[in-house]
Each structure stands twice: as C-alpha cells, then as structure tokens.
C-alpha cells in the first residue's frame, strides 16, 4: 500500500513539473526568439554586381579575346573614311580591338550625344562619330572588341567652363606650354562628370572604359604651390601632398569601377611614371 501512495506522489509530481517544463522552453524560445533579427533591407552589393539579372543589356555581344591586340583610333578615324580601312586592316592581322576615342585629349566628345541624354546639355559634342550604334554593330559583325577611351583629367573645355574645377594662376585657368588646361583630381564634380560619360559609352555597347590621364598634370610638384585649387574632400586629409595627390587618383579609380558595375564593362586605366634619380 505504501508503495502505492509513493508511485501516486510520484505520478503527480511530474505532471505538475511537465507544464512548468513546458513553459521554460517557452520562455527560452521566446527569448532566443527576440535576440534574433531576419530582414533584407540590405542585399550584398557583391551579388548584384556579378549576376546578369541586374546588368545593363546594350543589346550588342562580344567575346572577351584571349589577348586583346588592339589599336587607338582617333575620333576623326573613327567617322571618317579611314576607318574601313582600319577595319580591314584587323580582319587581316592577330589584331582583335579597337581603342577609340569617346571624350578627347580636348575634353570633347567625339558624337553629339542625343536629345534625351544626360550629355546633351554639357555641349562638347563633336560630330566626329556620325552613328556610334552603327559602328558599334559592325565591329560585333566582325567580332572586333570595342574599347571606349575617356581621358579624363586632361580637359581644356571643362576647365574653361569651370574654372573652379581646375587650378588658376590669378584670374586665369591654368595652362601648360602647349595650351592645354587640366581639371582637379580633388574634386568629386570631374569625377561624376567622367563618369557620367562612361556609363553612356557602356549603354552604347563598349565593352571596357580605357581611363587616360588619370593623373595630375605633369611638373605640379613643382607648382602645387602656387596655383590656386580647392582640396574639396581632402582638405583635412592629414598625408603629406603627393600622397594626398595619390590617395585622390586612386579613389577616383575605385569609385568609377564601382558605379560601372551594373554595366558589366571592363575597367583600365592608363597612368604615367616617372623616375627619380
């Protein structure tokens, strides 16, 4: 009988321990529950760069070469009759590309950009390049890798438009012994600027944006000085001036590439060295 009452005493206590169980777990789950946050505001840009789902589709295709052997065609070759020309001049050798002026040494644009681009109100449009979708289509024809060339801190035009983009000397822009003007690295504006015209090349179906002249003018070390120029974004920067001038080249190069991404174009850039002794 005792033995009885002890397996009753027994049987009750668990079932009144199961609920209190029960309710822990609950209560553990809960807590785990609110410690924890499940949400997409934000998507790896990562992803988004390297799927084809979010690329810009220009509607033209060409094969990457195994090597690119090119050649730099001017604005004036590109529209004019040369370029057939040069044209044959690929079909018949290992050359596989053309590097072809977009915006040049000037800071010109070498088509007049059409009335519903974001370029048409710059007017620094040459129409060198009559038709740049139809030449486009005839180098996708014979398989001829387009490169568009930007050069991108050497630019007379802008620099006159806006002197507060370039370096003066008193109340005149700037300019070297051959009469060309330069426009400053330290400023967001020339980058957006390049930018801007580059992703409308991408539109247009270059596969890669040759950056030229991504560099200050030469001889500056010697008259950083004395020429007058703001530092926008780096006037508090604490390196020293040439590493200064290089950190600004440097993350314009960074940030093009990345506002290019969603057009699935390459990125060069063409530097200069210079040797000390």
């Known amino acids: 009988m005792k033995r009885k009452s002890w397996f ?26 609110t410690e924890r946050t499940y949400g997409f505001e934000e998507i790896d840009k990562r992803i988004i760069a390297t799927s084809t789902l979010f690329r810009y589709d220009s509607g033209l295709t060409f094969e990457y070469p ?12 590109a529209g004019g009759a040369r370029f057939q020309n040069l044209v044959d001049l690929i079909d018949s050798t290992d050359l596989n590309a053309m590097v072809i002026d977009i915006k040049d040494d000037f800071g010109n644009l070498t088509y007049i950009p059409e009335g519903d681009s974001s370029l048409a109100t710059m007017d620094i449009g040459k129409s060198y390049i009559k038709n740049p979708r139809a030449l486009l289509e005839e180098l996708e024809e014979k398989k001829i890798y387009p490169i568009g060339r930007i050069v991108v801190f050497k630019d007379t035009v802008l620099a006159e438009k806006r002197p507060d983009l370039s370096f003066t000397e008193g109340e005149t822009v700037w300019k070297n012994g051959r009469k060309e003007a330069f426009v400053n690295p330290f400023m967001k504006d020339v980058w957006d600027y390049n930018v801007e015209i580059a992703i409308e090349a991408a539109k247009m179906g270059f596969q890669e944006i040759q950056f030229d002249y991504v560099r200050f003018p030469e001889g500056f070390e010697k008259r950083f000085e004395s020429l007058e120029y703001s530092y926008g974004d780096y006037a508090e ?18 940030y093009a590439r990345e506002q290019l991404k969603p057009y699935g174009v390459e990125v060069s850039v063409d530097i200069l060295a210079t040797q000390r002794r």
Do not use: W
């Open 8 to 33: 009753a005493i027994l049987l009750v206590a668990c079932m009144l321990a199961i609920p209190t169980i029960g309710y822990a777990e609950k209560n553990q789950k809960m807590a785990d529950f």
């Open 237 to 254: 920067s604490e390196l020293d001036p040439v590493q200064r001038r290089v950190e600004a080249v440097t993350d314009f190069v960074a």
């Open 66 to 77: 195994d090597a690119v052997r090119g050649i730099y065609v001017t604005g004036h070759s």
